[in-house]
């Protein structure tokens, strides 16, 4: 099983700033990987597909499997609410919840195809392209969809959830859960930021392997979250931005360690810098093929000095050093 979600106390510390993603294989190893949801930022030279609209196919049917896997977990609850919707293709994907929660539910349908075809146009056609889409009614239903055994931090605004994973297989049993609060307060926005980051997670998981380098897990989602927007550096990194002005340059790439506790924003920032500016000097196609290469299980900074110099042809030192210029060449 795997867990995504820490980004959102973000949020609610009056920015809109947020998302996370934490990956769980033992819950809170299972807090792994922490959603922040940012605002739908991103540098003006980076492009995005446009939104494609989404096209609603109905109520899915009681016998529906994908909702079979989670009927027995939401019914105690409430009535079950399906909507099936297209997300290109042929492809049909689920937004699944209560009545309660439909204004939630109808933004999260609106958005799908658009952040399908956004993952895609980054990542490849290599995934299944659809999702399930959860929406939690309460803390005790959001704390059994993503089996965390207790009630989750009310700033946790979304989780992704697999079965047990063997890299090299296709990963089965995917679905991106939102907190009952999400939609209280993020915005229709910055839902959809929301749900690009975690489709990402989807979309790249049958590559990547948990405890892989998280500077690289999330600072990949955050950029593809945030990619093509069009809004000021400042506005998707606050944090790094007044580190900036205050004179501060980060020495090294973000560590494991600093994902949590209270400078995990600034890190997550700090992580979407980093593969901006990889995507922004060496191009995406070479963001992509860093991340399947680091993704590909826990590794050494020793290891990801060679990756670094393989996929970019560049010294370690000099990477960081560009990257620092980079940083300093921003607007803020």
């Keep these: 099983m795997r867990i995504r979600g820490l980004r959102a106390w973000c949020a609610a510390r009056g920015r809109d700033q947020f998302t996370v993603t934490l990956a769980m294989v033992v819950v809170l190893t299972g807090a792994c990987g922490a959603l ?3 605002p739908n930022f991103a540098l003006p030279k980076i492009r995005a597909a446009q939104p494609a609209a989404s096209q609603s196919l109905g109520r899915a049917s009681a016998d529906d499997p994908r909702v079979a896997v ?16 297209s997300t290109g293709d042929g492809r049909e994907s689920l937004v699944v919840g209560h009545e309660s929660g439909h204004a ?33 009614d309460n803390p005790s239903e959001f ?5 965390a055994g207790s009630i989750l931090p009310t700033e946790v605004a979304a989780v992704t959830v697999a079965d047990p994973f063997v890299p090299g297989a296709q990963p089965t049993g995917q679905r991106v859960i939102v907190s009952p609060d999400a939609g209280r307060r993020l915005s229709p926005g910055q839902l959809r930021t929301l749900l690009r980051h975690e489709l990402t997670h989807v979309a790249t998981r049958a590559v990547t392997v948990d405890g892989a380098p998280r500077w690289m897990l999330e600072g990949f989602a955050e ?12 506005d998707i990194a606050p944090t790094v931005a007044a580190r900036l002005r205050a004179g501060g340059l980060p020495t090294g790439l973000p560590a494991d360690a600093d994902f949590t506790g209270t400078g995990a924003a600034g890190t997550y920032e700090s992580a979407w810098s980093v593969c901006a500016f990889v995507a922004d000097k060496y191009g995406e196609a070479d963001l992509v093929e860093l991340y399947r290469r680091i993704a590909a299980g826990p590794m050494d900074s020793a290891a990801q000095d060679r990756i670094v110099r393989a996929v970019l042809s560049t010294d370690p030192a000099e990477f960081v050093a560009r990257w620092r210029e980079w940083l300093s060449a921003q607007p803020i």
């Design 70 to 85: 989670i009927r027995d977990t939401l019914e105690p609850f409430g009535a079950i609410v399906a909507e099936r919707v």
């Design 143 to 147: 704390a059994a969809l993503v089996r």
């Design 104 to 136: 939630e539910m109808d933004i999260l349908a609106g958005e799908l195809a658009g952040a399908v075809a956004a993952t895609t146009d980054l990542w490849g056609p290599d995934w299944a392209q659809s999702a399930l889409v959860v929406v939690a």
């Design 36 to 38: 922040i949801v940012l």
């Design 223 to 234: 950029y593809t979250a945030h990619r093509g927007q069009g809004h000021a550096f400042a």
